[in-house]
C-alpha cells in the first residue's frame, strides 16, 4: 500500500521549521511493509529511480521525522528511504522477536530485502540507528550494501562519555518506568517535563528559533513509542552496545559523521573508532552535539555527497580498468 499523503504536523510544534521549504521540494510517498509480525511504516524521498538509495534508520525514541533535515538536503541526489523503527512512530511493534539490538538486525535485513531495491545501496544510521546498522552488517547474513554513513556514532559504552552520570540517571529513570504500574510507568516514559529537559541537555545551538523548534520537534516525536515494553527493550540495547563492538566486521566503505561536541561520545572516541573499522573515513562537524541532524543537516549532507561521488569515482575507475 502506497500513498503521497504526508503525514501530519504536530500541533505542538514550538517553531517553523527552517528546512520546511527544501523538505517541500522533495517528492515523498509513503507504504508500508509486513515484517517479523508487525507492520512497519516507511517514507520513500526523491526519484524512485535514482541510481542510488539510501535507507537511513533513525536514533532512539525518536521516527522518521528526525532525519528529515537532512533528506530536506539530500532531495535532488540520492533516492532515499525512511522507516520508522518497529514500536515506535507508525510501525507497530514486532512479535516475532525481541526490540534488542538482534531482533531490530532480523528487522533491518527483512526490510532491506523486502524493498527490493536494484542499483547503489547505502545504509545510514543515526545514533541508536548506527548501532543498529552496525550489527546487522557484522552478521554475514543478508544482501550486503554498497556504503555504510553514520551519524553521530555511538563509539563507546555509553556510560565511559562525558556524560555518564546523565547516563546512570537514565538507567534508573528507565528503571522506575519499568517497575511501576503500567498506566502510572507509561506516563512517566511520556512525561514532557523529563522530555524538555532532555532537549535542552542535547541542543547546543545558539540560535533561540532553531533550538524552539528542536524542542518542538523532541515534544511532538519522542513520546511516539507503542507501548512501555517496546521502549523499555530498546533503552536497554542502546546502553548495552556500541558500534565498536562490530566495526571490525563491517568490511563495506564507511563514512562516520561525528561531531566535536557531542556529548554521548565524544570526538576522542569516534576517531579510535575509525581506526576499528577496515574502511572508514571520518568527517568533524564542530559547535554541535548529539543532534547533527537537527543542528547541522547541511554539512551532514554535503560529507554525505562527497563521500557518495568519491564512491562512484572509485566505482567507474574499477569498470574502465
Known amino acids: ?65 528526525g532525519l528529515e533535515p537532512v533528506v530536506a538536503q539530500l532531495g535532488g541526489g540520492p533516492r532515499l528511504i525512511s522507516p520508522d523503527l518497529p514500536g515506535f512512530g507508525e510501525s507497530t511493534p514486532l512479535t516475532e522477536v525481541d526490540h534488542d539490538i538482534a531482533g531490530y538486525s532480523a528487522w533491518l535485513r527483512a526490510f532491506v530485502a523486502g524493498l527490493g531495491l536494484r542499483g547503489r545501496v547505502v545504509l545510514l544510521g543515526h545514533s541508536f540507528g548506527s548501532i543498529v546498522v552496525a550489527a546487522t552488517l557484522a552478521e554475514d547474513a543478508g544482501e550486503r550494501p554498497d556504503a555504510v554513513v553514520l551519524v553521530n556514532p555511538i563509539g563507546q559504552p555509553a556510560l565511559a562519555g562525558p ?23 507509561f506516563a512517566l516514559l511520556r512525561n514532557r517535563i523529563i522530555v524538555r529537559v532532555m532537549s535542552i541537555a542535547m541542543a547546543k545551538t545558539r540560535d533561540h528559533s532553531l533550538r524552539a523548534w528542536i524542542h518542538g520537534q523532541h515534544d511532538s516525536y519522542f513520546s511516539a513509542f507503542s507501548d512501555r515494553r517496546v521502549v523499555l527493550q530498546a533503552f536497554r540495547a542502546s546502553v548495552a552496545h556500541d558500534v565498536s563492538e562490530y566495526a571490525a566486521s563491517v568490511p563495506e566503505p564507511t563514512l562516520l559523521v ?15 573508532l575509525r581506526g576499528l573499522f577496515p574502511d572508514a573515513r571520518l568527517v568533524e562537524i564542530g559547535d554541535v552535539g548529539h543532534l547533527i541532524h537537527y543542528e547541522k543537516p547541511g554539512e551532514a549532507a554535503r560529507a554525505i555527497e562527497e ?3 568519491e564512491g562512484d569515482a572509485a566505482t567507474n575507475r574499477e569498470e574502465s580498468a
Open 1 to 65: 500500500m502506497t500513498s503521497s499523503t504526508r503525514y501530519a504536523a504536530s500541533p505542538y510544534r514550538a517553531a517553523a521549521s527552517p528546512y520546511a521549504e527544501a523538505l517541500g521540494r522533495v517528492p515523498v510517498r509513503r507504504a508500508e511493509l509486513p515484517l517479523l509480525g508487525g507492520l512497519t511504516r516507511y517514507w520513500d524521498y526523491g526519484d524512485p529511480d535514482a541510481d542510488t538509495t539510501l535507507v537511513l534508520v533513525h536514533g532512539f525514541r525518536g521516527d522518521h521525522h
Open 163 to 185: 556524560r555518564g552520570v546523565l547516563t546512570r540517571l537514565a538507567i534508573f529513570y528507565y528503571w522506575l518506568a519499568a517497575a511501576l504500574p503500567e498506566r502510572l510507568g
Open 258 to 272: 561525528a561531531a566535536v561536541d557531542d556529548d554521548i561520545t565524544p570526538i576522542a572516541a569516534e576517531r579510535r
Open 307 to 309: 563521500f557518495l561521488t
